[in-house]
């Protein structure tokens, strides 16, 4: 089983909401990621938190707003998205850059 | 063209069989090349994790990593009916670069019983 835990794993959200995806390591990795797969895709990065500072962000849209409160835990809080925000939302951690470990994703609708 | 060509598959095979997943890539920077086996509304799970060029192995898995052709490949031997998922190629490079995959597109492997 992955070490990487999320919450929730399936979340349905209106166009106008504000929700929160959770993610939480206890490997004692340093650098935390998102990324976002689409159905038949491979995985997009869109966040890199290294030393819980924001080291990478892929262009995201200001809609999608990361926070890493501490070492263990990154968040993705989520506002406003469309309907092509839909897609299978990955959270990744790794010692340093290399081998970097997904977890099981969280499954987000918009409707 | 892509920094990593993967085909997307599907490939479909008797149980038993001998699996080739392969990949090609352009960047001379990247240094690691992962496997990922992502089943069906799975997230992806890191399967085998090589530096430089040369074979490793694990269990009925061998990764090889060809640096001189830019092309890294998987083989399943004795695959079974459980192997049925897509493999994601993935490579990265090395320091700043390191926190970044470059993922292929994935193959789709469907092993019959």
């Known amino acids: 089983d992955t070490e990487v835990t999320q919450t929730p794993k399936h979340l349905v959200m209106g166009m106008t909401n504000k929700k929160s995806l959770k993610c939480e390591q206890h490997m004692g990795h340093r650098a935390m990621y998102w990324y976002k797969q689409k159905a038949k895709k491979p995985p997009e990065l869109m966040f890199v938190?290294?030393?819980?500072?924001?080291?990478i962000n892929e262009s995201v849209p200001s809609r999608f707003s990361p926070e890493c409160p501490n070492s263990s835990l990154l968040n993705l809080h989520l506002h406003a998205l469309q309907p092509e925000d839909s897609a299978l939302y990955l959270c990744a951690s790794s010692q340093g850059g290399n081998t970097i470990y997904f977890g099981e994703g969280s499954w987000l609708t918009v409707v | 063209q892509k920094e990593v060509e993967q085909d997307p598959g599907p490939l479909s095979v008797p149980e038993g069989a001998i699996v080739s997943l392969n990949c090609t890539y352009s960047n001379s920077a990247f240094q690691y090349f992962m496997w990922y086996r992502q089943y069906s509304r799975k997230g992806p799970e890191l399967l085998m994790y090589t530096y430089s060029s040369g074979n490793k192995e694990d269990g009925r898995f061998t990764a090889q990593v060809d640096k001189s052709s830019k092309y890294i490949s998987l083989f399943i031997r004795d695959s079974q009916p459980s192997d049925s998922a897509t493999y994601l190629c993935a490579m990265q490079g090395s320091g700043a670069g390191s926190y970044q995959l470059t993922f292929g597109k994935g193959t789709k492997l469907s092993v019959i019983p």
């Open positions: 938190y290294s030393y819980e500072k924001l080291s």
